[in-house]
């Protein structure tokens, strides 16, 4: 099981130990940096800025949010950043939900998200191949525009700059067993939220039968520390945030993944808490027991035994959101 490090968004500001972080993971034998995007900080001018003072770790996007950028903008920004690191870039891309596409982005959350996800991904894969101009008669990524509004004018094009790989990887976030299973039959990789390594069945049959190579690379919190409890506070207070605030009453992703892995009750207590706006209740509400068997917190023997579960099921990477050079230090001895 390959190590990655998660850098995740920034808050208030910059973080000031990201690249200390980025450079240790490297030193140590991490194989991935990653970083991510909500409203605020984007995921790949980060990356560039780890890129130019890294030489040989990879550099992934979990997630790049699709509304953020035409799928072709993407492509390019891929295609860029692949070349200024030599060949690093591990693309992951998801779709977020309705709060953050249409309130952030401005654009329609699609009536169909499987097949808005797959046009991404094409077109994507289309810029990265360069065999001819980009055309797809798509639903949501149509190529050129074919739309009333337009001018007609609009011609298939092929990328300028010659992408660095043709092959370079495609990873996407997602947390439906349709989306899952649409994840492995058209992506590189699948980057799960709230993995769980003793609830696999949550995701359905798509993980029966993985093909050879294929990307498992969840993202789980890492903290060396002596009280359980304590350390798992950081982790109640994501947990609390994205199921109570990352999406609406009646449509929250986050939420739905805890009520399938058997906290429905909690989700939704989550949930009124925090629309409430009484957030610090909400995250109090969190159970230990959700929050423990998604992360690796504690002493060192426990975080150890517990890692043997994670190495047992389709993982093939553990991006760890880890807040401390001692936490990657001894990731790395484990492991």
């Not at 990356?47 to 492509?75: D, E, F, H, N, Y």
């Not at 950043?81 to 654009?107: A, C, F, I, N, T």
């Not at 009484?278 to 975080?303: H, N, Q, T, Y």
Request: aromatic share 8%; proline share 7%.
């Amino acid at each position: 099981m390959r190590l990655g490090l998660a850098l995740g968004y920034w808050g208030r500001g910059p973080a000031t130990d990201h690249l200390t972080l980025a450079r240790e993971a490297e030193r140590l034998g991490y194989d991935s940096v990653w970083t991510a995007e909500s409203w605020g900080s984007d995921a790949f001018t980060p990356l560039t800025w780890i890129a130019a003072r890294t030489s040989r770790i990879k550099l992934g996007t979990a997630v790049a949010q699709m509304a953020a950028r035409s799928p072709t903008t993407t492509a390019m920004h891929a295609l860029t950043l692949d070349h200024l690191s030599g060949g690093r870039v591990m693309l992951g891309l998801g779709l977020s939900g309705p709060q953050v596409v249409e309130g952030w982005y401005g654009r329609p959350f699609p009536s169909s998200p499987l097949t808005a996800t797959r046009e991404y991904v094409e077109v994507v894969r289309q810029v990265l191949r360069r065999e001819a101009p980009v055309e797809l008669d798509g639903r949501f990524h149509a190529l050129p525009h074919p739309g009333p509004d337009g001018t007609g004018l609009g011609k298939p094009l092929k990328s300028i700059t010659h992408p660095l790989r043709a092959d370079l990887p495609v990873l996407l976030g997602a947390e439906g067993p349709k989306n899952v299973a649409q994840t492995v039959r058209i992506a590189d990789g699948w980057l799960p939220l709230y993995w769980s390594p003793t609830r696999p069945e949550v995701y359905g049959a798509a993980l029966t039968d993985l093909r050879e190579g294929f990307v498992v690379a969840p993202t789980a919190r890492v903290k060396v520390c002596d009280d359980v409890a304590e350390g798992l506070l950081p982790v109640k207070a994501m947990l609390g945030f994205y199921i109570g605030g990352m999406g609406h009453a009646a449509r929250n992703f986050h939420a739905d993944l805890m009520a399938r892995m058997g906290y429905e009750e909690e989700a939704r207590r989550i949930q009124r808490l925090f629309l409430q706006g009484r957030r610090e209740e909400a995250v109090l509400a969190v159970p230990d027991a959700f929050a423990d068997e998604i992360s690796l917190v504690g002493p060192r023997e426990r975080i150890a035994e517990r890692l043997e579960l994670w190495r047992k099921g389709p993982v093939t990477d553990l991006l760890a959101l880890a807040p401390d050079p001692h936490t990657l230090r001894v990731l790395a001895e484990l492991n």
